[in-house]
């Protein structure tokens, strides 16, 4: 038999250890790791270069197919070889569809171009064109036999350059200038009017890019 003290030493022990026959229950912690996010704003600012449609009251922001290139650089045959440059001459209806299009700014009014559309050509494709035309050429030839024109829209953000007059020196490089200053008395051509030939880029339905070509 155990003397009473003792068993009261041992039970002291035993409950102090938790050796009375249960489990001590141990809780766990997860850890969490915080990072920090960076959110950076979505850039939503309208340039130039962006087209906007309406349909069913839903207005829609997209990227153009047709920008002007900084520094500009004269406009490649997008057809076939012998096409015109650019999108080319043929258009089908009353309105100038998406594209980029040579011609003549016969008037330009309350935000909109009076557009002469004409076919442009240069090297073997111009000197085929001209010989079938009964004419001759040199280094380009222009084909403007339809008197139809295109009332186009333009944007308020456009880009805009015109053939400044007193820069003949650079070789008549088109210069940029405001849309809201174009036209100007300061162009070599003659514009708005029918000697006032332009490269017309159209996104959306409305002129993006308007570029003044000088012709010797």
């Known amino acids: 038999m155990i003397p009473l003290r003792l068993s009261l030493v041992l039970s002291l022990v035993l409950a102090a250890c938790g050796g009375t026959g249960t489990t001590g229950t141990s809780t766990t912690v997860a850890s969490t790791t915080s990072e920090a996010t960076t959110t950076v704003p979505e850039d939503t600012t309208t340039t130039a270069a962006e087209a906007t449609t309406t349909t069913a009251g839903v207005t829609t922001t997209t990227a153009p197919l047709y920008v002007v290139p900084i520094p500009w650089e004269f406009p490649a045959v997008f057809g076939a070889s012998g096409d015109p440059h650019g999108s080319g001459c043929v258009v089908e209806g009353g309105l100038l569809p998406d594209g980029l299009w040579f011609g003549y700014a016969e008037a330009v009014g309350g935000g909109v171009i009076t557009f002469d559309l004409a076919c442009y050509f240069t090297g073997a494709a111009a000197e085929a064109e001209a010989t079938a035309d009964g004419t001759e050429v040199f280094d380009n030839y222009i084909r403007n036999q339809n008197p139809m024109t295109f009332p186009v829209p333009i944007s308020p953000l ?59």
């Not at 100007?184 to 009017?193: D, I, K, V």
């Open 158 to 216: 456009a880009q805009v350059f015109y053939i400044d007059a007193t820069l003949s020196d650079a070789g008549f490089f088109p210069q940029p200038i405001a849309v809201s200053s174009w036209p100007t008395a300061a162009s070599y051509l003659p514009c708005p009017g029918e000697f006032c030939g332009v490269w017309l880029y159209v996104n959306g339905g409305q002129a993006t890019g308007v570029v003044e070509m000088f012709q010797p």
